[in-house]
């Protein structure tokens, strides 16, 4: 913004608030200050105050607070959390009463050590966590979180008031191990200006002397081992130009450059050597520069050009985002909804389960809490959770799916010297279906959904993919998941899908009292099955179809799919569809068998259909059936 308006309006003064005010009062309150990781906190600096009285803020301080959604506390801390949002810079402000033996001590403890923090939890500190210490204990998660007992609180009367900049990296290790996320660390992880320390800390102490009578009562400590002037890059005008996509003199970059703080070390014609300021941690590369000229420069300025060119890479085989891409389509136009849950989950899910047991859990190091302890190793239960949350609120006519990674850890496949293998990481979709799929009208009764109209989704995604399902095997069987589950599998062996009605048990540990039908279907497998097909468009037929019925007397292990495969195995050219509509098992049949009543339509698409074409066709259709299965008509 400042940049910007150096720019547009070279007549406005844009000033930081002064600190030439500020002065040490006394020397009463002297503290000494070691640094002893300069690895972890690249400077520190501090300053103590005397004869503070903590009350409450002023109302214009509390309004400001307030509007930008942080709570008023007392004056001091205040204070901190203001120029935190100004200026970027995090503060912490001590008691001075915490501070044994009058010194400050920025170091690592003892693996182990237990430290309260400020929201009253009880932390196991890591070897590797900094600590801001007195002589004694630590005080504090530097640059993360407040300890319990070195607060300020309407009893302080000394404060050390802290101001540094701590590694980006340490600091988002820190957090991420303790499950913290706070102002301070949000902007310590993302890297904050080194040489804005001192100044932000001089800052600081003068409005907290003004709003608490206070005394600065020493000099500031500043430790800062190894200075840092900025970043060095190196700007092509013409790699400026070319990005950009438009002409601009070297003058204007000069004046943008100028306005943006960068220093321009050498000028080498088309080659400038830069400095960029040191608080600009998101600017160190050369295209940096070159949007940050841009978006001074203005967008709305670069002009279309007349021509577009882009460089088309034709695909070689279907890739996994246009597939996924085109299963949502479809999946969506059937009424479906796309869920995203979350990949860590309980370890509880998979208590006493053998199909996913939990000793193949991929488990987390410092879970945030028992309930994200572990990674999924199936989407089935984020999908649960989906439905028992929506039933909760009665939504209880629902079809999700979800695209989402499962991740498995197995012991026995683990290579010698190689740790990753006993991890494996799989791309899975997930489909849920529960409630109605019609309720009740004046045109029909309510219809709720059964794991027919799921194997009737997959269906339709082998279809839309082209994977054959007269190629594929299917098998029955049930598992501690789901019950009377079918499995696709390739001939090669490789599993496909599974789907059916999830287990009345799992179930009822969501609080979920009605059928729920689950299909998995392992996505890298689908796509290697996966063959380069064409939707073709054709005219409507101009000769009429026909229909033939037969009563097929089978055996009652003879499933529809066998039917269905030998009539389209028996006549190519003019079946066009086989259905079952109805199937009959019990008194007048013989022991052990079954009735299927099956519809089948033909249709030449040269000329009309003869009687006697016909009955050639169900002829050999009757013939293959008492061959191949004992079938007989009724």
């Given at each position: 913004?400042?940049?910007?308006?150096?720019?547009?309006?070279?007549?406005?003064?844009?000033?930081?608030?002064?600190?030439?005010?500020?002065?040490?009062?006394?020397?009463?309150?002297?503290?000494?200050?070691?640094?002893?990781?300069?690895?972890?906190?690249?400077?520190?600096?501090?300053?103590?105050?005397?004869?503070?009285?903590?009350?409450?803020?002023?109302?214009?301080?509390?309004?400001?607070?307030?509007?930008?959604?942080?709570?008023?506390?007392?004056?001091?801390?205040?204070?901190?959390?203001?120029?935190?949002?100004?200026?970027?810079?995090?503060?912490?402000?001590?008691?001075?009463?915490?501070?044994?033996?009058?010194?400050?001590?920025?170091?690592?403890?003892?693996h182990?050590?237990?430290?309260?923090?400020?929201?009253?939890?009880?932390?196991?500190?890591?070897?590797?966590?900094?600590?801001?210490c007195?002589?004694?204990?630590?005080?504090?998660?530097?640059?993360?979180?407040?300890?319990?007992?070195?607060?300020?609180?309407?009893a302080?009367?000394?404060?050390?008031?802290?101001?540094?900049?701590?590694?980006?990296?340490?600091?988002?290790?820190?957090?991420?191990?303790?499950?913290?996320?706070?102002?301070?660390?949000?902007?310590?992880?993302?890297?904050?200006?080194?040489?804005?320390?001192?100044?932000?800390?001089?800052?600081?102490?003068?409005?907290?002397?003004?709003?608490?009578?206070?005394?600065?009562?020493?000099?500031?400590?500043?430790?800062?081992?190894?200075?840092l002037?900025?970043?060095k890059?190196?700007?092509?005008?013409?790699?400026?130009?070319?990005?950009?996509?438009?002409?601009?003199?070297?003058?204007?970059?000069?004046?943008?450059?100028d306005?943006?703080?960068?220093?321009?070390?050498?000028?080498?014609?088309?080659l400038?050597?830069?400095?960029?300021?040191?608080?600009?941690?998101?600017v160190?590369?050369?295209?940096?520069?070159?949007?940050?000229?841009?978006?001074?420069?203005?967008?709305?300025?670069?002009?279309?050009?007349?021509?577009?060119?882009?460089?088309?890479?034709?695909?070689?085989?279907?890739?996994?985002?246009?597939?996924?891409h085109?299963?949502?389509?479809?999946?969506?136009?059937?009424?479906?909804?796309?869920?995203?849950?979350?990949?860590?989950?309980?370890?509880?899910?998979?208590?006493?389960?053998?199909?996913?047991p939990?000793?193949?859990?991929?488990?987390?190091?410092?879970?945030?809490?028992?309930?994200?302890?572990v990674?999924?190793?199936?989407?089935?239960?984020?999908?649960?959770?989906?439905?028992?949350?929506?039933?909760?609120?009665?939504?209880?006519?629902?079809?999700?799916?979800?695209?989402?990674n499962?991740?498995?850890?197995?012991?026995?496949?683990?290579?010698?010297?190689?740790?990753?293998?006993?991890?494996?990481?799989?791309?899975?979709l997930?489909?849920?279906?529960?409630?109605?799929?019609?309720?009740?009208?004046?045109?029909?009764?309510?219809?709720?959904?059964?794991?027919?109209?799921?194997?009737?989704a997959?269906?339709?995604?082998?279809?839309?993919?082209?994977?054959?399902?007269?190629?594929?095997?299917?098998?029955?069987?049930?598992?501690?998941?789901?019950?009377?589950?079918?499995?696709?599998?390739?001939?090669?062996?490789?599993?496909?899908?599974?789907?059916?009605?999830?287990?009345?048990?799992?179930?009822?540990?969501?609080?979920?009292?009605?059928?729920?039908?689950?299909?998995?279907?392992?996505?890298?497998?689908l796509?290697?099955?996966?063959?380069?097909?064409?939707?073709?468009?054709?005219e409507?037929?101009?000769?009429?179809?026909?229909r033939?019925?037969?009563?097929?007397?089978?055996?009652?292990?003879?499933?529809?799919?066998?039917?269905?495969?030998?009539?389209?195995?028996?006549?190519?050219?003019?079946?066009?569809?086989?259905?079952?509509?109805?199937?009959?098992?019990?008194?007048?049949l013989p022991a052990?068998?079954?009735?299927?009543?099956?519809?089948f339509?033909?249709?030449?698409?040269?000329?009309?259909?003869?009687?006697?074409?016909?009955?050639?066709?169900?002829?050999?259709?009757?013939?293959?059936?008492e061959q191949?299965?004992?079938?007989?008509?009724?």
């Open positions: 913004m400042a940049a910007y308006l150096r720019q547009t309006n070279p007549a406005v003064k844009l000033e930081r608030p002064s600190v030439e005010a500020f002065a040490v009062d006394n020397h009463d309150y002297p503290v000494a200050v070691t640094l002893e990781n300069p690895e972890a906190c690249l400077r520190y600096a501090g300053i103590t105050l005397t004869n503070v009285k903590v009350a409450e803020s002023p109302k214009w301080l509390k309004d400001r607070l307030s509007l930008i959604g942080v709570r008023p506390i007392n004056n001091v801390v205040d204070v901190t959390n203001y120029l935190l949002h100004e200026m970027g810079q995090p503060l912490h402000a001590f008691d001075g009463a915490s501070i044994k033996g009058d010194q400050v001590r920025v170091r690592m403890v003892d182990g050590t237990h430290f309260i923090t400020l929201d009253g939890v009880e932390r196991t500190l890591d070897g590797n966590d900094l600590m801001i007195n002589a004694t204990e630590p005080m504090c998660i530097g640059g993360v979180f407040g300890g319990l007992d070195s607060g300020v609180t309407e302080t009367s000394k404060v050390f008031l802290e101001s540094a900049c701590f590694s980006p990296v340490h600091i988002r290790k820190t957090a991420r191990r303790h499950g913290l996320n706070t102002d301070a660390s949000f902007r310590f992880e993302r890297g904050v200006d080194p040489n804005a320390v001192v100044y932000v800390l001089k800052r600081a102490a003068l409005m907290i002397k003004a709003l608490t009578g206070a005394s600065i009562s020493s000099e500031i400590v500043d430790i800062y081992p190894e200075p002037d900025g970043f890059v190196e700007l092509s005008l013409d790699k400026v130009n070319r990005l950009i996509g438009k002409e601009l003199s070297k003058e204007t970059v000069l004046s943008i450059l306005s943006l703080e960068i220093i321009v070390e050498a000028d080498k014609g088309d400038l050597s830069l400095l960029v300021p040191a608080y600009r941690v998101d160190q590369r050369d295209v940096d520069v070159i949007e940050d000229i841009l978006r001074i420069y203005g967008y709305n300025r670069v002009e279309f050009t007349d021509t577009m060119r882009s460089t088309i890479v034709p695909s070689v085989k279907p890739d996994n985002h246009s597939m996924q085109l299963v949502s389509e479809q999946l969506t136009a059937n009424g479906f909804n796309e869920i995203l849950t979350n990949s860590l989950t309980a370890a509880s899910y998979y208590t006493s389960l053998t199909s996913v939990e000793s193949h859990c991929v488990r987390l190091l410092n879970p945030l809490s028992n309930e994200l302890s990674m999924r190793q199936t989407l089935l239960f984020g999908g649960l959770e989906s439905i028992a949350y929506n039933r909760n609120r009665r939504k209880t006519d629902l079809r999700f799916y979800e695209f989402g499962c991740y498995h850890y197995d012991a026995d496949v683990k290579r010698d010297g190689d740790v990753l293998s006993a991890y494996s990481e799989e791309m899975h997930g489909i849920w279906m529960t409630g109605c799929k019609q309720e009740q009208h004046w045109s029909g009764p309510q219809v709720k959904f059964t794991v027919y109209d799921l194997k009737a997959v269906h339709s995604i082998f279809v839309r993919l082209g994977v054959r399902i007269d190629q594929c095997v299917l098998t029955e069987g049930s598992s501690d998941l789901l019950a009377h589950d079918l499995t696709y599998t390739t001939k090669n062996g490789a599993m496909l899908a599974t789907l059916g009605q999830v287990q009345p048990g799992l179930l009822k540990s969501f609080d979920i009292d009605v059928p729920v039908f689950f299909a998995d279907v392992r996505w890298d497998v796509l290697g099955a996966v063959r380069r097909h064409t939707v073709q468009f054709t409507l037929p101009r000769y009429p179809e026909v033939r019925d037969l009563a097929l007397l089978v055996d009652e292990h003879v499933r529809f799919e066998t039917i269905e495969q030998i009539a389209f195995a028996t006549e190519r050219k003019l079946l066009r569809t086989v259905t079952l509509f109805d199937v009959y098992e019990g008194k007048n052990g068998k079954k009735s299927y009543a099956v519809s339509v033909l249709q030449d698409l040269s000329q009309t259909l003869t009687e006697d074409k016909i009955d050639a066709v169900m002829g050999k259709l009757i013939k293959q059936y191949h299965i004992g079938a007989s008509l009724r």
